[in-house]
Nanobody
């Protein structure tokens, strides 16, 4: 049974950092591409970052480039999203997803989703 569990969300001040974790079970974390998505109230779900299954290539939305870093720990079957220099506009529920997408930010092309973790950036 494939399962993804996110953790690490919380309340942080602008300019602060958080590290989100996506623990995978039922498959090895390098079998599928793992993507991070976020959804703010009243907005569509958007792709934040992705790490590919084949060669570990990484992808980022323009809005987070230079601030967020995605990585994978195969020994722990976990993918991380290090988020630095957080801004209020980063506030959203963050989801990780697993699949074999043709386009890394196409949510519909991911097969499995976690339950999400809330990130709130506010002073």
């Amino acid at each position: 049974q494939v399962q993804l569990v996110e953790s690490g969300g919380g309340l942080v001040q602008p300019g602060g950092s958080l590290r989100l974790s996506c623990a995978a079970s039922g498959f090895t974390s390098d079998y599928y591409a793992i993507g991070w998505f976020r959804q703010a109230p009243g907005k569509e779900r958007e792709g934040v970052s992705c790490i590919s299954s084949s060669d570990g290539s990484t992808y980022y939305a323009d809005s987070v480039k230079g601030r967020f870093t995605i990585s994978r720990d195969n020994a722990k079957n976990t993918v991380y999203l290090q988020m630095n220099s957080l801004k209020p506009e980063d506030t959203a529920v963050y989801y990780c997803a697993a699949g074999d997408p043709h386009s890394w930010d196409a949510a519909l092309e991911y097969n499995y989703w976690g339950q999400g973790t809330q990130v709130t950036v506010s002073s």
